[in-house]
């Protein structure tokens, strides 16, 4: 899967009511080859039918240079995340109309956990890139669930 085919997502969130829901999330996940760190970022858009037909997902993987320092905190990597789920909502922000939209972040608010250090940032930048408040963790399934399960299936 290299890219979304964002005219087909918006033709096909054309053809649903304004009682469809969209949701969009990234998750990445890092990986050594030939003594260079990549990441697969996995870009995905759930459009739930209507709210009550089932959802049509949209999503690919793209892979690229991971420049996180250490693995251990890989947060240039999350911050990557972060900016592709902004990427793919300014892709189809001109068809939502009163759609309701969700931006998830598979970010952990708790001190537990390194992703806490930007989240700050991340709900800032997509605040200011889409004017909208994403969600993080527990509340950011489509980032810790959907495309974490599909990008582990590719």
């Not at 789920?85 to 972040?105: M, T």
Request: charged residues 25%; contains cysteine; proline residues 3%.
């Amino acid at each position: 899967m290299s890219s979304i085919d964002y005219n087909q997502v918006k033709q096909f969130i054309s053809h649903q009511s304004d009682q469809s829901k969209i949701y969009i999330g990234c998750d990445s996940d890092s990986y050594m080859k030939n003594n260079v760190r990549y990441a697969d970022y996995y870009k995905v858009i759930v459009v739930y039918n209507n709210r009550s037909n089932g959802c049509k997902i949209f999503g690919c993987i793209e892979t690229e240079k991971d420049y996180s320092p250490d693995k251990r905190r890989p947060l240039y990597r999350l911050m990557q995340e972060v900016y592709k789920a902004s990427e793919v909502y300014l892709n189809i922000h001109d068809c939502i109309s009163n759609r309701e939209v969700e931006v998830h972040l598979d970010l952990n608010p708790s001190h537990k956990y390194i992703s806490n250090q930007i989240v700050e940032q991340a709900i800032g930048y997509i605040k200011g890139t889409c004017n909208i408040v994403p969600l993080i963790k527990p509340n950011s399934w489509v980032a810790s669930s959907v495309a974490d399960k599909l990008l582990k299936n590719a």
